[in-house]
């Protein structure tokens, strides 16, 4: 059920519970942890119910992960104009919030309780009157030192009385869905869980395509607003968070690891293959930036894959890569951050990007060239951290995509850019492929594929041609 609804209805929260023996130091932080994660929910939910939208926004995080029908990456005025439209449809509300619980896991704050909701419509004797059930996960981060919301999404809702209710208050809302998402878990080939999120089209589907992005990316960057496009084509997407990033499993958090990712789609694939649904479509892996190398290896090795789609790729060699990234100094700082975290399992990070830090993996005076991963317009969101464990570089500077080159077997399409630093590595990836790809030059910066409407726009309808010509171009999704 669509969780806009689920917001636009709560009232009340309720008390936290009271400890039954003396309180340990650890103890009495845990409960102020809690305490105050949930206070922010509560607030949430009594400005919501006043209708005070301005305090009702100071509960999220500047760009909040907010489940209405699939998973948006809003602001919270954003939020606010979402949940209007329905919370004005019903005389009154009257909601419970319970059992709620907040733990942290690798580093991440995560919250979960039951909200439990009454709606009124024509409210007095023999009015109408529908109630719901909902589990509810959270997720909190801290901004200028207050508790937000930063993600927000259902685990579970049932619904009892007049059901139609709810089905009708949704309709009253701005929404124009052409696909369902599913939150799905499934492991890696070294069995650590993956989050990823499956957009499954509504219409009968002939392609799925596995997405993910660039160095450091988690999948509400560049993969979710790729995955809305394609959805909204017809084409079946799964995004993911590889093992070690985002709501994904793994302790060496933030490690860009060539060999774990190819392994991470090749579970993937493992997914896709296994969904019955989808047992007669083609599978298509996609790689944004660096990703790109990996998927190529991954396809090189796995016959259960039909088309390689490269966006904007990282496609350097081994030697290219050593003398971008001054190879001596970077393997280096690797070895004596794995031998650290060998000794005491304490990690060390340097910036993915940074205009001021001359370690960064991208850095640049030009703030054009990365203000993608910088501006908290773009892809600086709070569910990103700007980090790269150091110990990364050595399994990073070794990882040669073009070995993988003359070994796909399948259609490839490469679209990039000539403006960017990637261009070479392009060239020398495809001179060594022995089926030739459909190639496509996109006027526009490297980065720009990552949330340019124009770009993006542009790149999914070469994709939606590649998988399938006679597609038409009507009615569909664009940003």
Known sequence: ????????????????????????????????????????????????????????????????????GEPLLL????????????????????????????????????????????????????????????????????????????RIQPVE???????????????????????????????SKNGKQMRGWLYRPFEAVHDVVILNGNVGNIKEQGSLPYARL??????????????????????????????QKIDDFRGAVDFVANLEAYAGSRISLAGLGSSA????????????????????????????????????????AAREANHQFQQDEVLTYIPVASFSE??????????SDIDYYLNPERGNIPQWQNQFATMGWTPWINFDATTAAPRIRVPTLVIHSKSGPFAEG?????????????????SASPYDFYDRPETMNQVVKIIEDFLDPSMSDTEITSL
């Open 1 to 68: 059920m669509k969780f806009s609804l689920l917001l636009a209805v709560i009232l009340t929260a309720s008390c936290a519970s009271k400890h039954q023996h003396p309180a340990t130091k650890a103890e009495m932080t845990e409960a102020m942890k809690t305490n105050e994660a949930q206070a922010v929910v509560q607030n949430m939910i009594s400005a919501n119910e006043s209708k005070d939208w301005k305090q009702f926004e100071k509960s999220f995080a500047r760009r909040t992960v907010f489940f209405s």
């Open 75 to 150: 602001k919270p005025e954003e939020i606010s104009h979402l949940v209007k439209p329905t919370q004005k449809y019903f005389d009154a509300t009257q909601a419970t919030l319970s059992d709620f619980k907040l733990k942290e896991v690798q580093g991440r704050l995560l919250g979960s309780g039951k909200i439990s909701t009454n709606f009124w419509k024509n409210r007095g004797l023999g009015s109408d009157v529908a109630t719901t059930d909902n589990k509810v996960d959270f997720e909190f981060t801290r901004e200028n030192g207050e508790l937000k919301i930063m």
């Open 157 to 187: 809702m049932k619904v009892k009385g007049e059901k139609d209710l709810i089905k009708t208050a949704w309709e009253k809302g701005d929404h124009d869905i052409r696909y369902r998402v599913e939150i799905v878990d499934f492991p």
């Open 230 to 259: 394609l959805a909204g084509r017809g084409i079946a997407t799964l995004v993911f968070d590889f093992v070690n990033f985002g709501e994904s499993e793994g302790n060496v958090r933030n490690l860009e690891d060539p060999g």
């Open 293 to 332: 190398g990996y998927i190529a290896h991954a396809a090189a090795t796995d016959n259960r894959v039909d088309r390689v789609l490269m966006i904007s790729p990282f496609l350097h060699s081994r030697l290219v890569e050593k003398q971008q990234f001054e190879a001596g100094r970077k393997l280096s």
């Open 358 to 367: 001359n370690n960064a993996v991208l850095t640049s005076n030009a703030e």
């Open 426 to 442: 392009v060239d020398d990836f495809v001179g060594k492929m022995r089926v030739k790809p459909e190639i496509h030059v996109v």
